[in-house]
Nanobody, 114 residues
């Protein structure tokens, strides 16, 4: 099993910034990628960004140029720097780890509203 400690969600005005972090522990030796997904009310969960052990990154088209994902392999932590936030970025953001199994964090709410 993999456990996560997620932090950094909250309320921000449009155009603002938020930083999310997710620290993983437990059976992490087999994890090869970590990332963030989000789910807005009434919508499917979608990939926001992911990063592999080799630091290859993937971003959803909607966040390219605004979000930056990074990973500290020593701390087993993945970060998501979000800037130029829009109301449509409002969602619950879930930390994700990929290995032989897929693991999910409990989620953190991000609300972009004036």
């Amino acid at each position: 099993q993999v456990q996560f400690v997620e932090s950094g969600g909250g309320l921000v005005q449009p155009g603002g910034s938020l930083n999310l972090s997710c620290a993983a522990s437990g059976s992490i030796a087999s994890i090869y990628a970590m990332g963030w997904y989000r789910q807005a009310p009434g919508k499917r969960r979608e990939l926001v960004a992911s990063v592999t052990l080799g630091t290859a990154t993937t971003y959803a088209d909607s966040v390219k140029g605004r979000f930056l994902i990074s990973r500290d392999n020593v701390k087993n932590t993945v970060y998501l720097q979000m800037s130029s936030l829009r109301p449509e970025d409002t969602a619950v953001y879930y930390c994700n780890a990929m290995g032989p199994l897929t693991y999910w964090g409990q989620g953190t709410q991000v609300t972009v509203s004036s």
